[in-house]
Structures are given as C-alpha cells and as structure tokens.
C-alpha cells in the first residue's frame, strides 16, 4: 500500500521555542494562564482562592488551539506565567524542553498525594520526576439510549460489558427502523478516538506504546480485536455513512439526536446532554474491554509551574486549595470528575449518579505519556489519523498495521527525547 509521506514537527517546534528561558521571581501575586476548556470552573475556583487568601492569582484564560504555541513563544521570551492549567498530554513535551518545574518532592509531601488521579500524575511523570499534578479532569464512557433499548428489548439498566455485547446491543438497535443506527463514532477525528477507542485495548490487556514510550505496540491481538468490533459493525451497517468523515463536529450532536443506540463518548457528555436535552433519556457505562473489564482515557488537564519560581510557598496555598473539598466540589459541580479521590464522595454528594461512574472509570484509566503525543496521535496528519481513517475500511488490514505502525516507529526513532 502507498501512503503519502508526512512531516512531523510539533515536538521540535516546542523545543526550539523553549531554548531559552528567563527564571522567575517570588511574588505574593501569581500569574496563571488556563486554556478555555478549563472556564467552566477555573475562573470561579481562583475567584475563591483570591477572597479567602493573601496570595493572589491573576488568571488569563486562553483559546484552548492557542495554548502550546502561546506557552512556548512566552517560554521563549522569557515572560511565561508562573502557572499553567494545560491539556495533561502535553505535559512530557514541556517537560523533556526543561521548561516545567521539577514537582517532585513538593508533590510527595501533599498528604493526599496518593488519592490523586494516577493517569494525570503519571502524564505528568518525565524522565523518572513529577511535573504535572491534576487540574481538571474527563474520562471516556459509554453513553446509550435508555428508549431505544427498552424499544430494542433490551434492559435500559445494563450497558454492554464485552466487545461482543457492544456489537448485540447495536445491532438490536438498529433493526428498529431504517432512520436509526446501532452505534457512532466519529471517523476523522483522531483525539476522539485515542479518547474513546484505545479504552478498548487497554480494557483488553493491550498497549499503544512499551513503557518507556520508545516502542510502539499498535500491531497486536487486542488492537487487531478492537478493529475487527467496528469493522463489523460497520460491514453490517450498523454505523451511519457520515460517521466515516466525522472531524468531531458531530461527536455528541449525532447521538443528542436521539437515533443513536450507543457511542464511547466522554463525562463531559453527561453535563451538555442533561442541559441542552433534558428530554433525552440515557445511561452511561464503562467501556469494555474484549471479554469483560474496563478502562478510561483520562482527560483533561495538568496544573504546571514554570521552571525556576523561586518560593513554592503561595503555589502550596493554591494546591492545597484548589485539592480541599470545597476546590473539588466547585471542580466537581462543573465538570462532574473530581481529582482527589481523598474527597470525591463529598464533592460528588447530591450530583448526578452518572457522574460516580465517571470519576469511577477515570480512576481505572490510562493516559499516554509520550512528548511527541501530537506527531503522533493528535495532528491531522499524524500516523494514528491515517490508521483511524483507513483500517475500518480498508481491504488490506495486515499492510495498514505494518505501514503505519513502521510509520509510528520511525517518528519516534528520529526524535530526541
């Protein structure tokens, strides 16, 4: 098979921008930077600190597609914020730049340290140090039609728990009429898919990369079981057309419609439906792995300080703050994922019960730790979009596994980390 040829630059943007850097002062006032996707509860959590402490943070928050780039040419410049609240998967990239402050020793002394979400802190985990500590959080999931399964004759209170429910449970669905589909995903978005179709794998025992990052494992039996779940599903038209040439504008708005059995999806999913469909009537589950089993992308967002703050005292203050229970319960009220499992039932107390399973999920999930994550996985024209895009559809699987786990192997065989 020939595929088109692809240059991958971002990590090496990153650290070229990053080549210089100017270290901070101690200041009573510090300045914070969080992307847009962290506004539904940020702006309020610092709002809290500021009226109840003498430290004080100026937040400014940023559009989330501007974030790296802002971050590094402020790195760059030397007038980066002392804080950042930033999509946790590129926490090892700012890292391995030497641009993050080692938080190693500061993150063993919180006495609830170990209560934390053990996917951001491994995220945030470089080279054996600490970098990164949970902000915000989401988790992957299943959401389901609760009518459309009662109308299927299937039980409204039982999400699927293996791969071979999922494919039941879809085409039940689907024989109810030629305007509704059994399942959903969508097909061109390559976030939306490590976010929701790796749960898979992992579930199943399987892996992405070796644990040191250096090795990609995209060939093997639990990603081979994975594909063939919505290869078969789609081969029995069990998906709608449009799903193939989803971006992920129609990542929820294809299932809020309502003719959609079930989706993986994400937390984020129960605040937007339960408010802008209230009528819709759905249940949430855990994405399975092949014969039982689950686990979660954990999402969301790493708390960072830039290399070189000089008194860790005022960000104590905020931490020990934004991880109390009064932080996580505004978090949690939000967002509905809570971070510190040492206060997660009181933060989750008097919520929707869909967002117990949530924080549940988030708790079993993974996130992978690589500083060239976007090379990757996340660009448009990364290996894993091509894989996504081609390996549901294609006539040669075996050579899409070769080519673009040869392709995956070679990028991080030329990088420098």
């Not at 040439?245 to 605040?271: E, H, K, M, V």
Request: hydrophobic share 40%; net charge negative.
């Amino acid at each position: 098979m020939t595929l088109t040829t692809r240059k991958f630059t971002t990590g090496l943007t990153i650290a070229t921008l990053l080549a210089t850097t100017t270290p901070l002062a101690a200041q009573e006032t510090l300045t914070m930077w969080g992307r847009d996707d962290v506004a539904v509860f940020l702006p309020d959590l610092v709002e809290a600190f500021n009226a109840s402490h003498e430290t004080q943070i100026d937040l400014q928050i940023v559009p989330s597609a501007e974030m790296v780039q802002k971050y590094a040419t402020a790195a760059a410049g030397g007038s980066a914020p002392d804080l950042v609240s930033i999509d946790l998967i590129y926490t090892p990239a700012f890292a391995a730049a030497g641009q993050l402050e080692d938080l190693t020793e500061f993150a063993q002394e919180l006495p609830y340290f170990d209560q934390l979400s053990p996917a951001h802190v491994g995220v945030g985990t470089y080279d054996g140090k600490i970098y990164g500590l949970p902000l915000g959080a989401d988790a992957s999931l299943i959401i389901y039609n609760k009518d459309l399964y009662e109308q299927a004759g299937l039980d409204p209170e039982a999400p699927p728990t293996t791969f071979a429910e999922v494919a039941e449970h879809a085409a039940a669905v689907d024989a109810l009429g030629e305007d509704i589909h059994g399942f959903y995903y969508a097909g061109a978005c390559p976030g939306c898919n490590a976010f929701t179709f790796l749960p898979m794998v992992w579930a199943s025992g399987g892996t992405l990369f070796s644990d040191d990052t250096r090795t990609v494992t995209l060939d093997t039996p639990q990603m081979r079981a994975a594909v063939d779940l919505y290869r078969g599903m789609i081969e029995d038209g069990l998906v709608p057309a449009g799903a193939q040439t989803d971006s992920g504008a129609n990542f929820l708005a294809a299932f809020a419609g309502g003719n959609i059995g079930l989706q993986y999806s994400g937390a984020f999913a129960i605040g937007a439906l339960k408010n802008d469909y209230p009528d819709l009537d759905y249940g949430v589950g855990f994405i399975p792995g092949e014969e039982g089993g689950f686990s979660s992308f954990a999402g969301g967002d790493n708390f960072v300080v830039t290399a070189g703050i000089e008194d860790m005292a005022p960000v104590r203050e905020f931490v020990d703050f934004m991880y109390s229970e009064e932080g996580q319960t505004m978090l949690a009220q939000a967002t509905g994922v809570p971070v510190n499992g040492a206060v997660a039932d009181a933060a989750l107390e008097g919520l929707d019960e869909r967002y117990v399973t949530a924080t549940e999920a988030m708790a079993n999930g993974k996130t992978p730790a690589t500083p060239i994550y976007n090379d990757l996985i996340n660009s448009s024209t990364s290996p894993w979009s091509s894989f996504i895009g081609e390996v549901f559809y294609t006539d040669d699987v075996d050579g899409t596994f070769e080519y673009l786990q040869d392709e995956m192997q070679s990028i991080i065989d030329m990088s420098d980390y």
